[in-house]
């Protein structure tokens, strides 16, 4: 708890002085850490995301979208019953994953960090006010 309490506060230090070593939201998180910019992801344990994959076995193309818990099954099948958009095949499949285990997954490619943060405490909360994922940053990337 102490631990967390510590990388919370210093991800909101980090941003409110806007030294660009900090940021949230997790499209762009994921778009940093496929560049190698992050140094370490904080997410609350209760997102509730799973990342989908809808690739067609023919010309490998691959459709990607992040979606609540929920919503997964309908889009999928949504997104199954469509033709492949590059070559049109029919002959498609799905996989999908918690967004956690994908962020550790990308991260473990880069060597960032993912520390997972208690979703019913106080900075577990506040982790969530700002879409329940923060990251570190090695340097700023708009310099």
């Known amino acids: 708890m102490v631990e967390e309490k510590k990388l919370v506060d210093k991800l909101f230090n980090d941003i409110h002085f806007s030294r660009g070593l900090a940021t949230y939201g ?13 140094a370490t992801i904080l997410i609350t344990d209760d997102t509730n995301l799973r990342k989908i994959d809808i690739t067609c ?16 099954i309908p889009r999928v099948q949504e997104l199954l019953s469509q033709p492949c958009p590059s070559c049109k095949s029919m002959d498609l499949e799905s996989s999908e994953r918690d967004i956690v285990d994908y962020l550790d ?18 900075y577990g909360a506040m982790l969530s006010s700002i879409g329940k994922v923060g990251a570190f940053l090695r340097y700023n990337p708009n310099q």
């Not at 997790?26 to 992050?38: A, M, Q, Y």
């Not at 076995?57 to 997964?72: A, G, T, Y």
């Open 57 to 72: 076995r023919r010309c490998q193309n691959v459709q990607s979208e992040i979606l609540e818990r929920p919503k997964v």
């Open 26 to 38: 997790l499209n762009e998180i994921i778009d940093l850490l496929k560049r190698n910019v992050v």
């Open 105 to 122: 997954l990308i991260s473990g490619q880069t060597g960032a960090k993912v520390e997972v943060i208690t979703g019913a405490t106080e």
